[in-house]
């Protein structure tokens, strides 16, 4: 009876450090990125807002429905503001700029143009 219970808590603190060990890996600046312009998105660039180019495509070969969500993740790191660029099937594009990614943990691109932060 004694070792099941150790094994059990030697279980759940081995969870627990798995879990923690994530959390460590993940950027400051993750998020969730949630489509609501109505249209499909076929690419999606995040880029630091103090760059004048955009970063490659997070979407790959997917496409970003209207209503679905995404996860963006980034590396360690602490750069506060970033812009973000929805190009559709069209070709055209909106843009969100210096969006504060540092106390944001959802991005719900809008019909309107606009975002609205988390």
Same mark, same amino acid.
């Given at each position: 009876?004694?070792? !099941? *219970?150790?094994? *059990?808590?030697?279980? /759940?603190? +081995?969870?627990?450090?798995? #879990?923690?060990?994530?959390?460590?890996? +993940?950027?400051?600046?993750?998020?969730?990125?949630?489509?609501?312009?109505?249209?499909? $998105?076929? *690419?999606?660039?995040?880029?630091?807002?103090?760059?004048?180019?955009?970063?490659?495509? $997070?979407?790959?070969?997917?496409? /970003?429905?209207?209503?679905?969500? !995404?996860?963006?993740?980034?590396?360690? #790191?602490?750069?506060?503001?970033?812009?973000?660029?929805? $190009?559709?099937?069209? #070709?055209?594009? $909106?843009?969100?700029?210096? !969006?504060?990614?540092?106390?944001?943990?959802?991005?719900?691109?809008?019909?309107? #143009?606009?975002?609205?932060?988390?």
């Amino acid at each position: 009876m004694r070792k !099941i *219970k150790s094994l *059990k808590v030697f279980f /759940l603190a +081995a969870l627990f450090v798995m #879990g923690l060990s994530s959390v460590a890996f +993940a950027g400051a600046q993750d998020f969730v990125l949630v489509n609501n312009t109505g249209f499909p $998105i076929y *690419k999606v660039n995040v880029s630091a807002a103090s760059t004048n180019s955009w970063e490659e495509d $997070i979407l790959g070969s997917s496409v /970003l429905m209207n209503g679905e969500s !995404i996860r963006v993740n980034f590396g360690a #790191g602490n750069t506060q503001y970033w812009d973000i660029q929805a $190009i559709f099937e069209d #070709g055209s594009a $909106i843009a969100w700029y210096n !969006i504060d990614l540092l106390s944001t943990y959802q991005v719900t691109l809008n019909n309107d #143009g606009t975002a609205t932060l988390q």
